[in-house]
Nanobody, 116 residues
Framework: QVELVESGGGWVQAGGSLRLSCAASGNIPRFRAMGWYRQEPGKQRELIATITSDDSTTIGDNVKGRFTIYADDANEMVWLQMDELKPEDTAVYYC??????????WGHGTQVTVSS
């Protein structure tokens, strides 16, 4: 059974930093990409960052220059370093992985709260 588990969320003051971690377990056939989405109540899920198996990264415009994504392909782990956090970054952050057949797997989410 495939499972993605996020950790590292919490509460931080504006301007602070957090690092989210995500570990995948189970038989995911060949990693293709991993990344992070976030979702605020009543809003659509927003793509934050993606990293592919060849280490190509994509960062969302809302967090560019503040967030960094990196991964350990062999161990199917991905991290999201979040710096200069703002209150509008408050959301539930979800880890995902896409396998070679373009199937997506999701974590249960971790709450990030940034106070002003």
């Amino acid at each position: 059974q495939v499972e993605l588990v996020e950790s590292g969320g919490g509460w931080v003051q504006a301007g602070g930093s957090l690092r989210l971690s995500c570990a995948a377990s189970g038989n995911i056939p060949r990693f293709r990409a991993m990344g992070w989405y976030r979702q605020e109540p009543g809003k659509q899920r927003e793509l934050i960052a993606t990293i592919t198996s060849d280490d190509s990264t994509t960062i969302g415009d809302n967090v560019k220059g503040r967030f960094t994504i990196y991964a350990d392909d062999a161990n199917e782990m991905v991290w999201l370093q979040m710096d200069e956090l703002k209150p509008e970054d408050t959301a539930v952050y979800y880890c995902y992985e896409t396998d070679a057949a373009y199937r997506d797997y999701w974590g249960h989410g971790t709450q990030v709260t940034v106070s002003s």
